[in-house]
């Protein structure tokens, strides 16, 4: 049998919906499950970080908090979902400083709190250093965005910029000085973007970014069953890329489209309801359309090719 790492991720969480049972609501696919409840649907999310892997150079520990909080917090905004609250389970090591854990959970409150949640409990371990977070957030009335409502036609764009969280990480690998690392240390969900896209009524599918805008892509494009077109051209710089680029020779397309930590959103919409998503005054880039290929296709002055999988 195949080990994890031979499946991938992607691959593995496939495996798993076919093994457990299908749930009410909205299970396993998207960036968050929704919970059906008589008083309103649950939005509920969990993700993990360790030490091992989301612990760069720099990082303090109560940045490391932030990052726990906001990784799950992002897939709620994924869906447009409101933060209600966060649980915490740490595995921490035996020999780690409990003012280390402290500041961890100081950085876990204070993400929490920039979007007017709380942390209502959670657990601790002796174990390897990881934290575990739940998240669980509201829709207040709102259709929750999903994965798989893209559709021939539609419009891609993206919120903020892409690569400022990759040029931060080269940035610290390769000794540069002068590069801005707040995108990869302490990273803030588009929330408030999250909840307008949905309160639009125009966007037809959406994914965080955390793992990258080739792995976002090809996501909506297997969930939705349609084709990608994005021009590289119109692909809103990070901070820092160009001049990581410059100084190290890796490739912005490394940068913005196969290195995750930029958590922004991507997002289809309806070009017919244009309006109603400019009503919501949300700051977005166009970066393609929907077609009916089964793959995203990223295109330059001379020629496209397919996306590939997302590295990082």
Same mark, same amino acid.
């Given at each position: 049998? $195949? ?8 691959? *593995? ?29 649950i ?8 030490f091992e ?11 490391f ?6 990784v799950?917090?992002?897939?709620? $905004? ?8 966060l649980?915490?389970a740490?595995?921490?090591?035996p ?17 929490? +709190? ?16 990881a934290?575990?977070c739940t ?16 559709r ?14 990759? $040029? ?7 000794? *540069? ?33 955390s ?13 939705s069953?349609v ?10 710089e990070g ?13 912005? +397309? ?11 959103l991507?997002f ?10 400019y ?15 089964? $793959? ?7 020629g ?9």
């Amino acid at each position: 049998m $195949a080990s994890l790492k031979d499946l991938g991720e992607r691959a *593995l969480i496939e495996s798993i919906r076919n093994i457990i049972r299908q749930p009410p609501g909205i299970g396993p696919g998207d960036d968050s499950a929704i919970i059906p409840s008589v008083d309103g649907d649950i939005v509920a999310c969990t993700d993990s970080i360790t030490f091992e892997r989301h612990f760069p150079k720099g990082m303090t520990y109560e940045e490391f908090g932030w990052m726990a909080a906001a990784v799950n917090i992002s897939d709620l $905004a994924a869906m447009g979902a409101e933060p209600v609250a966060l649980l915490a389970a740490l595995t921490m090591p035996p020999d780690l400083d409990a003012s280390s854990l402290y500041d961890i959970m100081s950085g876990m409150d204070q993400c929490a +709190e920039a979007f007017d949640s709380y942390i209502y409990g959670g657990d601790t371990k002796f174990g390897c250093g990881a934290v575990s977070c739940t998240a669980i957030g509201k829709l207040s009335g709102r259709k929750p965005l999903l994965r798989s409502g893209a559709r021939p036609g539609d419009v891609i764009a993206v919120t903020g910029s892409l690569g400022a969280a990759a $040029a931060g990480f080269f940035a610290i690998e390769n000794g *540069l000085e002068g590069i801005s690392l707040e995108a990869l240390m302490t990273p803030v969900p588009r929330v408030y973007e999250g909840i307008a896209l949905s309160s639009s009524g125009a966007v037809t599918s959406c994914i965080d970014l955390s793992d990258g805008l080739a792995e976002g892509a090809r996501s909506i494009c297997s969930a939705s069953r349609v084709g990608m077109e994005i021009h590289m051209a119109f692909l809103p710089e990070g901070e820092g890329v160009d001049a990581v680029n410059e100084a190290t020779g890796i490739s912005k +397309e490394e940068m913005m489209l196969y290195w995750g930590g930029d958590y922004e959103l991507l997002f289809t919409f309806d070009k017919a309801k244009m309006e109603s998503l400019y009503a919501e005054d949300v700051e977005f880039t166009v970066i393609g359309i929907v077609s009916n290929d089964n $793959a995203p296709y990223i295109n330059y002055e001379n020629g496209r090719e397919a996306m590939g999988n997302g590295r990082h």
